[in-house]
């Protein structure tokens, strides 16, 4: 099975879990892995995580939470690849998915993105040297710009917890537009 046969075929709720298991060490960035992927993604390209509050803002503090980042375990995080999509497009994206879900009933605000280089998500390691984060291009039909950032190693809870902090804060050194 190819990378691109399972990321066509598994559960999208599980697409982490799934790559964890069929190609370890994040062997399918170097290629594609969705059928409307421009490119696998480079390290040089700046990602935008959109912000939501109230899930992703710390009401306290006004910063964004490490929960923002929670989808890095199972089903990947989803990030738009600046590349390939404007900023104005992440935000009337942003903007429209908080109406959509506010019409749902899950009433949420779009606050803007914060951005991350590739490169520097996949240069994450654990303490044995194990890199942490994988990116693969998981572009959609009418978005070729969408990408996953999932979570190479499943370290249970607590050390999942810490590995959201340390991606958080790793976004956090390319200035966010909010």
Same mark, same amino acid.
């Not at 190609?23 to 700046?46: G, K, L, W, Y």
């Not at 044995?128 to 994988?134: M, P, T």
């Not at 978005?143 to 996953?148: E, F, G, I, N, V």
């Given at each position: 099975?190819? /990378?691109?046969?399972?990321? *066509?075929? /598994?559960?999208?709720?599980?697409? /982490? +879990?799934?790559?964890?298991?069929?190609?370890?060490?994040?062997? $399918?960035?170097?290629?594609?892995? *969705?059928?409307?992927?421009?490119?696998?993604?480079?390290?040089?390209?700046?990602?935008?995580?959109?912000?939501?509050?109230?899930?992703?803002?710390?009401?306290?503090?006004?910063?964004?939470?490490?929960?923002?980042?929670?989808?890095? &375990?199972?089903?990947?995080?989803?990030?738009?690849?600046?590349?390939?999509?404007?900023?104005?497009?992440?935000?009337?994206?942003?903007?429209?998915?908080?109406?959509?879900?506010? +019409?749902?009933?899950?009433?949420?605000?779009?606050?803007?993105?914060?951005?991350?280089? $590739?490169?520097?998500?996949?240069?994450?390691?654990?303490?044995?040297?194990?890199?942490?984060?994988?990116?693969?291009?998981?572009?959609?039909?009418?978005?070729?710009?969408?990408?996953?950032?999932?979570?190479?190693?499943?370290?249970?809870?607590? &050390?999942?917890?810490?590995?959201?902090?340390?991606?958080?804060?790793?976004?956090?050194?390319?200035?966010?537009?909010?």
């Amino acid at each position: 099975m190819s /990378c691109k046969d399972l990321t *066509s075929r /598994c559960d999208p709720v599980h697409l /982490c +879990e799934d790559m964890r298991i069929a190609f370890p060490e994040c062997r $399918c960035e170097s290629e594609s892995v *969705s059928v409307f992927s421009p490119s696998p993604v480079a390290d040089n390209e700046i990602l935008a995580r959109q912000i939501f509050s109230p899930i992703h803002i710390d009401p306290e503090t006004g910063k964004v939470t490490p929960a923002a980042f929670s989808d890095v &375990a199972n089903k990947g995080l989803s990030v738009s690849r600046l590349t390939y999509c404007p900023e104005e497009e992440v935000d009337r994206k942003g903007d429209q998915k908080a109406r959509v879900d506010t +019409e749902r009933g899950r009433k949420k605000s779009y606050h803007g993105f914060i951005r991350g280089r $590739c490169g520097d998500l996949r240069a994450i390691k654990k303490d044995d040297g194990q890199r942490l984060f994988c990116v693969y291009d998981t572009a959609f039909e009418h978005d070729a710009a969408h990408a996953d950032a999932c979570q190479a190693v499943d370290q249970g809870p607590s &050390a999942n917890k810490k590995a959201r902090k340390i991606l958080r804060d790793q976004f956090e050194k390319v200035p966010w537009k909010g």
